[in-house]
Nanobody, 124 residues
Framework: QVQLVESGGGLVQAGGSLRLSCATSGRTFSSYAMGWFRQAPGKEREFVAGISWRGGNTYYADSVKGRFTISRDSAKNTVYLQMNSLKPEDTAVYYC?????????????????WGQGTQVTVSS
């Protein structure tokens, strides 16, 4: 069992930055690939960024490429999402997810564990 707790969301003006954190506990952190997803009202949950279990590979949705950076700190069992140049369309609840295995997967159903989500609101 893996527990995920997100933090760092909030209200920011367009062009601003936020850093989301996802603290994990339970089974070995390095055994899981991690992903960030988001869900806006009335929309399906969508992939934002992913990182392989040892952090050697990352992958981003086209909509955030060049603006967001995913990273993981194995000593702290934490994964981060640095979000820069935020846009109003980035407004959503952001979720951290973990899946057993090394590969980055963009499909939400393939993830085994989810956090409770943190709200990010970008004002224009």
């Amino acid at each position: 069992q893996v527990q995920l707790v997100e933090s760092g969301g909030g209200l920011v003006q367009a062009g601003g930055s936020l850093r989301l954190s996802c603290a994990t506990s339970g089974r070995t952190f390095s055994s899981y690939a991690m992903g960030w997803f988001r869900q806006a009202p009335g929309k399906e949950r969508e992939f934002v960024a992913g990182i392989s279990w040892r952090g050697g590979n990352t992958y981003y949705a086209d909509s955030v490429k060049g603006r967001f950076t995913i990273s993981r700190d194995s000593a702290k069992n934490t994964v981060y999402l640095q979000m820069n140049s935020l846009k109003p369309e980035d407004t959503a609840v952001y979720y951290c997810a973990a899946r057993s295995g090394s590969a980055i997967i963009i499909t939400p159903i393939r993830y085994d564990y989810w956090g409770q989500g943190t709200q990010v609101t970008v004002s224009s």
